[in-house]
């Protein structure tokens, strides 16, 4: 089992920056590799960022491409996710996952999902 825990979310304006933060437990959390995926109200899920615990790679999907930066820290079991020049349509409920597939982050390659973290972006 692996347990990921969100955190980080909140209501900011048009134009901050926020960073979001995955904490990962359990007895093989570091198998997997972990990304962010979103939901924004009445939308599906959307795949955001995905990192290994070793190494330097890093996935991106086009949508998070320049505002959006993924990081680790292994010691702490963390996963980063760096918000910037967020706008009202990020608004959304952001969580945190992991996955055996680097590549395909899709809702059926997902083994365990967090809980979600939201945030609230005004205009």
């Known amino acids: 089992q692996v347990q990921l825990v969100e955190s980080g979310g909140g209501l900011v304006q048009a134009g901050a920056s926020l960073r979001l933060s995955c904490v990962a437990s359990?007895?093989?959390?570091?198998?997997?590799?972990i990304g962010w995926i979103r939901q924004a109200p009445g939308k599906e899920r959307e795949f955001l960022a995905a990192?290994?615990?070793?190494?330097?790679?890093?996935y991106y999907a086009d949508t998070a491409k320049g505002r959006f930066t993924i990081s680790k820290d292994f010691t702490k079991a963390t996963v980063y996710l760096d918000l910037d020049n967020l706008q009202p349509e990020d608004t959304a409920v952001y969580f945190c996952?992991?996955?055996?597939?680097?590549?395909?982050?899709?809702?059926?390659?997902?083994?365990?999902w967090g809980k979600g973290t939201l945030v609230t972006v005004s205009s």
């Open positions: 359990g007895d093989t959390f570091n198998h997997y590799y």
């Open positions: 996952a992991a996955n055996r597939v680097f590549n395909n982050w899709t809702a059926a390659r997902v083994v365990y």
């Open positions: 990192t290994g615990w070793v190494g330097s790679s890093e």
